[in-house]
């Protein structure tokens, strides 16, 4: 079922198995965005999945994190705040530094959207062959590896 031969996978050149993977990688992104059924933005959903992963972080870490700039984060944090998704926790030791964490809604949102976007993914792994379903477990192993690299 896999369209992927040996012959082809040599004939590729870097660049356009690079294209070819940006196309699928952004592609897919949006479909799992669509399934996400919240009614917050991509970047608002993004902030809250790494506070649920890392924990309670300052703005500056979270901007780091999510590679935006300090007044962009302050404002996705703000609109999360007022939506009762995150909340902020004066550092009782340094009164000028203040931690962003998700409240029970707001994780609440995020295991739903997860589970979601999952069951989405699922079903269409469900459909595969094992050949297909190994070499995608395969590339996402390749694909975790290059982000590690990437920091």
Do not use: C, F, W
């Amino acid at each position: 079922m896999s369209s992927l031969t040996p012959t082809s996978a040599r004939s590729t050149t870097d660049a356009e198995l690079a294209a070819r993977l940006r196309l699928t990688v952004n592609r897919l992104a949006r479909r799992l965005r669509q399934q996400a059924d919240t009614d917050i933005s991509p970047s608002q959903l993004s902030a809250m999945a790494t506070l649920a992963r890392r924990g309670p972080l300052t703005v500056g870490d979270l901007s780091s994190a999510e590679r935006v700039k300090p007044p962009t984060m302050t404002r996705v944090v703000a609109s999360l705040e007022d939506l009762g998704l995150v909340t902020r926790t004066v550092d009782p030791d340094d009164r000028r530094v203040a931690y962003v964490a998700t409240t029970p809604s707001g994780d609440k949102l995020i295991a739903r959207s997860r589970s979601r976007k999952d069951a989405y993914l699922a079903a269409r792994v469900h459909s595969l062959s094992p050949d297909d379903r190994a070499a995608l477990d395969h590339a996402a192993t390749v694909l975790e590896g290059m982000l590690e690299d990437d920091g």
